[in-house]
């Protein structure tokens, strides 16, 4: 079993940053991608940006220029730096990981607030 935990979360007025971070644990198999997911109100959950073990990534067109996924591949943990923030970006951020083993696992998820 893995567990993620996610940390960074808050509230930040439009136009600031906010870094989340996203350790797993447990019995971590090798870990193909790990990545962050968001889900506003009333919205269905969205890729933000996952990276994969080689470090190779991937982004969302909204947030392409203003966010920047990175990992810690020996911590097993996965950074989202997030700047120039807008309140479109308000929404609960979700950490995934993926697994040689085909087992995905999801973390509780960090609300980020964005004021206009």
């Not at 797993?24 to 990545?35: D, E, L």
Request: aromatic share 12%; glycine share 10%; net charge positive.
């Amino acid at each position: 079993q893995v567990q993620l935990a996610e940390s960074g979360g808050g509230f930040v007025q439009a136009g600031g940053s906010l870094r989340l971070s996203c350790a797993a644990s447990g019995i971590v198999f090798s870990i193909k991608y790990m990545g962050w997911y968001r889900q506003a109100p009333e919205k269905q959950r969205e890729l933000v940006a996952i990276i994969t073990s080689v470090g190779t990534t991937t982004y969302a067109d909204s947030v392409k220029g203003r966010f920047t996924i990175s990992r810690d591949n020996a911590k097993n943990t996965v950074y989202l730096q997030m700047n120039t923030l807008k309140p479109e970006d308000t929404a609960v951020y979700y950490c995934k990981s993926f697994h040689a083993d085909d087992m995905a696992y999801w973390g509780k998820g960090t609300l980020v607030t964005v004021s206009s």
